[in-house]
């Protein structure tokens, strides 16, 4: 746990979504809370007051805004993500770590995610770190450690440090990525000379029979 929050505490807040939230980490790393909407619903149930809430508010029970600091903003031209996005860049409080980015439906989670793009944010979830990479980026992660790289839309990499190496490879939506990769290293380089990719890291050990068994946690010392 000290490496994780060695790492996470570089970071000026959180953004919670409304889907599945590691209260655990988020109640180690003592950062501001944003809550888009119905994300408030899951924290204090466990505990975790949000420093602000904010959306349209159409799904946080309406009992717990009394006497909590909400913004209402009943714009539809924007998500609630986006929303809690424009707030933390207006408080300058970036960069933020997402949490909730994935649960729920799964046209909530492909459009979170396709926001999570334009960021150069990390997002915990269960089992798994996203990050957004468009350099050169080391990662120190236990040997073996199950990673994927896509290019978002497409990216040209190389890399160092992986069971199947990438040598200029082009990745793009919709066609080739590097899917189900494996770290060879505890230190893995990854090279973008185009584009930008990105990238799943998983905290679990993962079997090629998709088994799957806890670690300490020690692969989020990869998020920089």
Known sequence: MTKILEKLLQYRSAICLDGHIECDVLREICLPIIAADGAANTLIKNGIEPTVIIG????????LLKNR??????????TDFEKA?????????????VFGIDGGYIDRVLGNISIFTNTKFVAVSKDMIFMMVDDNQILNLEVNTKLSIFGMPRCIIKSSGLKWELNGDELFICGKNSHSNRAASDRVELKISSGKALIFIYTKTISDAGVSNCLDGSNISAIK
């Open 69 to 78: 600091r909400h913004i209402r903003n009943e714009s539809q031209e924007s």
């Open 56 to 63: 349209d508010l159409d799904s946080v029970d309406n009992g």
């Open 85 to 97: 996005l424009d707030y933390i860049e207006e408080k300058s409080l970036s960069p933020a770590i």
